[in-house]
């Protein structure tokens, strides 16, 4: 930082009326070291009217760390939001990194110097420096890690920030107290997993967010100071998935108003960045299924036996309702599953099963059969037994897709509701009763996605899809109550340069 200086410092700030070539090393420890003055003008050279911002800049940081009095009225909110606002003028955004780097560098008070830390570790998660400052930025980062713990923080989020393009808006009022609360007050700012307490006092164990997000999203009561750079990339990582590849198979999906809008986000899209209000909540999910399953994490195995187990009861993963053994054996996994050794309820079994089956299939029977899985099996640990119902439901048709219910379709052989797949390649038909496969629709040839609006007062909407060659085009619709949710995730899975598909269109 000291040769940046050097080069790029106002020479009236830096070493007036010397030249670069006799500067000392003693003389240019001041050019990137705490003052306790506020400066007159901006360390870089810059045009008088931004020279007056970074002028008010360097006051605000000042009075954020404590070094100089908050002026009647403002708080520690209003100086970040300050300090903030002015970094998204983006001729400014070196001289005020250059002013924290300066201000932290020699700081005689150490908590003073903490508060530094922490708004650039807030910093490198919003903005990016110049591609010109950038080297020097991290290479003072690497040289301060090993005794700062923000520096590290500070890496991490400006390695996301230059992937991701840092958080698109300012960060909402919950956020910023967040942040004040745990990152300035413990030194953890928005470090993902970092052991997040609320200000509430309540702990937010990661396998629980993963397997239950909505406890944690969209709530005033507990903003996320720990999630505040958070992406779907570093939830993968919490799993022991780091090959790109398979980080590319999960995604999060954004759930509004009580379900009515569900979207996948994409992938540089930050957590907070998008549960910003109350009725906000993320789920994650893998839409992908091309890389072999590994149980090596014990997040990774309590997340996909959440998701699969869901699918399951539900009915999206269809049995037969005369599969006596194999309700039973997958019964049996879900109650070992909970570490219950406890003979199964009448109610306890009817849990584990399907919902349309409940009325179907012989209970008797199951119970009977399930009392002798579960003297087989009694050495399962929980998790051993998730990883048996994993293995055990990829065996059932439709594993591996993204499953919707489809009430009403489009052709004639399918009277009834309808089992509607989709993954990466193509989206497939499904009767649930018979388990035969009507139709498959490669993603690649799909021509045109239309959202209707319901038929009837209070019904469920409709997608329509155009697919096929120009030759031989192809209609087919579906009406279903996640209608949007279907259409945003085939826009999703589809490749983003396919100039053929076009965005929804509502009539």
Known sequence: MQEFALRYFRKS????????EGATGKDTDSLVQYTKAPIQESLLSLSDDVNKLAVASFLALMRFMGDQSKPRGKDEMDLLYELLKLCQEEKLRDEIYCQVIKQVTGHPRPEHCTRGWSFLSLLTGCFSPSTRLMPYLTKFLQDSGPSQELARSSQEHLQRTVKYGGRRWMLPPGEMKAFLVLGVAD????????????????????????TDPATCLGRKDKPLACFLFTCQEELCQQMGITEPQEVQEFTLFLIKEKGKLVRPLRPAEYLNSVAVDQDVSLHSRRLGWETPLHFDNSIYISTHYSQVLRDYLQGKLPVSAKADAQLARLAALQHLSKANRNTPSEQDLLAYVPQQLQRQVNMASIKNLMGQELRQLGGHSPQEAQISFIEAVSQLPLFGYTVYVALRVSMQALSGPALLGLNRQHLILMDPSSQNLYCRIALKSLQRLHLLSPLEEKGPPGLELNYGSADNPQTIWFELPQAQELLYTTVFLIDSSASCTEWPSVN
């Open 13 to 20: 700030q830096a070493l007036p009326g010397q030249t670069d």
């Open 187 to 210: 030194g953890h700012c928005g470090t993902p997993w970092g052991g997040g307490v609320s200000p509430t006092g309540d702990h937010w164990p990661t396998d629980h967010w993963l």
